[in-house]
C-alpha cells in the first residue's frame, strides 16, 4: 500500500522562529491534507492541498503532486502551535491514510 | 454549528469486557468514518459509511468489532470483549463532498480514550 513519511520526526523551536515540515508519499493521490493534533487531541484540518499552495496566516503549505512530496511552514512560532502535525492522503477509495507525524514543541 | 460530538471522552475497563462509543456527525455529512490511534502513531481507518451504508469495513477486526449507522445519521462501535491491545483513542470524522472543488474535507471529533485493564 501507499506510504506516506513525514520528518523530522520530532522538532523544538523556540517562540518566533520558522520551520519547515516535510511528507512524502509514495503514489499518486487524490487528495492530501494537513492536520494539527493539539495536547489535548483534538485533530484540527489546517489545509486542504492536493496541489499547488495555500496560506492562511502564519501556516502556508505547498504540495508538488508530480514529485510526491507537500511542505507544510509556520513562520513565527507560538507555544500554540505545540502538538503533532500529520499529513493525511487519499487515493480513489476515499480513505485518508495518515502519515507518522511530526511532534512540534515551542518554548516560550 | 456543533462539531463532531464523541462520548464518552475517556473509558477504563477491564478486559473481557464489552464496551461502546458513539458519534455524532456534523449536520448534513453523510460520510462518517471511524479511526483507530495507537500512541504515538497516526490515525488508521476501521471503517467508513456512506449514509446507512458500510462501504469499507476491510480494517475493522469483524471478531470482535461491529459498528453501526442505523439512520444514517449518528453511529455506534462496539467491541465485544476487549483486549489489552485495543486501548487506543477511537476517532470518528464526517465528511461532505465539496461540490465546487471535488474535496472530501474531513472533520474528526474529539475522539474516545480507552483504557483496558
Known amino acids: 500500500g501507499i506510504q506516506v513519511e513525514q520528518s523530522p520526526p520530532d522538532l523544538i523551536l523556540q517562540e518566533g522562529a520558522n520551520s519547515t515540515l516535510r511528507c512524502n508519499f509514495s503514489d499518486s493521490v487524490n487528495n492530501l491534507q494537513w492536520f494539527h493534533q493539539n495536547p489535548w487531541g483534538q485533530l484540527i484540518n489546517l489545509f486542504y492541498i492536493p496541489s499547488g499552495t495555500k496560506q492562511n496566516g502564519r501556516l502556508s503549505a505547498t504540495t508538488v503532486a508530480t514529485e510526491r512530496y507537500s511542505l507544510l511552514y509556520i513562520s513565527s512560532s507560538q507555544t500554540t502551535d505545540s502538538g503533532v502535525y500529520f499529513c493525511a492522503v487519499e487515493i480513489n477509495t476515499d480513505k485518508l491514510i495518515f502519515g507518522t507525524g511530526t511532534r512540534l514543541q515551542v518554548f516560550p | ?117
Open chain 2, 1 to 117: 454549528e456543533a462539531g463532531v460530538v464523541q462520548s464518552p471522552r475517556y473509558k477504563i475497563i477491564e478486559k473481557k469486557q464489552p464496551v461502546a462509543f458513539w458519534c455524532n456527525p456534523i449536520s448534513g455529512h453523510n460520510t462518517l468514518y471511524w479511526y483507530r490511534q495507537n500512541l504515538g502513531q497516526g490515525p488508521e481507518l476501521l471503517i467508513r459509511y456512506e449514509n446507512e451504508e458500510a462501504v469499507d469495513d476491510s480494517q475493522l477486526p469483524k471478531d470482535r468489532f461491529s459498528a453501526e449507522r442505523l439512520k444514517g445519521v449518528d453511529s455506534t462501535l462496539k467491541i465485544q470483549p476487549a483486549e489489552l491491545g485495543d486501548s487506543a483513542v477511537y476517532l470518528c470524522a464526517s465528511s461532505l463532498w465539496q461540490d465546487n472543488s471535488g474535496a472530501n474535507v474531513l472533520t474528526f471529533g474529539a475522539g474516545s480514550r480507552l483504557t483496558v485493564l
